[in-house]
């Protein structure tokens, strides 16, 4: 199974600040990698697939990076509605698996 | 439209049973691979088990394979998970899931619990 290892698992922040999220994967994935938002009480929301695509209506603020094993999810300037978890998904092969997940915190 | 309505959750005794369903529509059913993705209260998500548009194949994580079934009904636009040998860390907020789109469900909780 791919195991799909994130950093950090928690972090905080402030308005305006760059945040960077990794995932490594423990085997190759090309780049069947996704990013998800979630916050409480909502279902999860796709911001980035295929590694660095941008989901239709996600601000422009969100990229995504990396191919293989390494991969980063940027947010460029952090805004107030951006304090979240995120986690990435490996869907290359079964069982798919998400990273243990990043708790995006106001500082 | 797109709406997933999931249904079935509820409170169930430490190796019990219970089967989630979810309702499609919005979008062509049978053309899309499906999923069910968990959240245990307090930790983050779990991809739990997938299933091909045809139905024909059927994946599952390591924590439920042997004691889970998914399944679809394509005439009816219908997901399914059969849970059976349920264990308190099954406890969860389930979601079904078109991943590929990124559609999913509202979440219906499942707590075993004696």
């Known amino acids: 199974d791919i195991q799909m290892t994130q950093s950090p698992s928690a972090m905080s922040a402030s308005v305006g600040d760059r945040v960077t999220i990794t995932c490594r994967a423990s085997q190759g994935i090309s780049n069947f990698l996704a990013w998800f938002q979630h916050k409480p009480g909502k279902v999860p929301k796709r911001l980035i697939y295929a590694a660095s695509s941008l989901q239709s209506g996600v601000p422009s603020r969100f990229s995504g990076s990396g191919s293989g094993t390494e991969f980063t999810l940027t947010i460029s300037s952090l805004q107030p509605e951006d304090f979240a978890t995120y986690y990435c998904?490996?869907?290359?092969?079964?069982?798919?698996?998400f990273g243990q997940g990043t708790k995006v915190e106001i500082k | 439209e797109v709406q997933l309505l999931g249904s079935g959750g509820g409170l169930v005794q430490p190796g019990g049973s219970l089967r989630l369903s979810c309702a499609a529509s919005?979008?062509?059913?049978?053309?899309?691979?499906m999923n069910w993705v968990r959240q245990a209260p307090g930790k983050g998500l779990e991809w739990v088990s997938g299933?091909?548009?045809?139905?024909?194949?059927?994946f599952y994580a390591d924590s439920v394979k042997g004691r889970f079934t998914i399944s679809r009904d394509n005439s009816k636009n219908t997901l399914y998970l059969q849970m059976n040998s349920l264990r308190a860390e099954d406890t969860a907020l389930y979601y079904c899931a078109n991943l590929y789109s990124s559609y999913w469900g509202q979440g219906n909780l499942v707590t075993v619990s004696s």
């Open positions: 998904l490996q869907h290359n092969a079964y069982p798919w698996t």
């Open positions: 299933i091909s548009g045809s139905g024909g194949s059927a």
């Open positions: 919005g979008f062509i059913f049978s053309s899309y691979a």
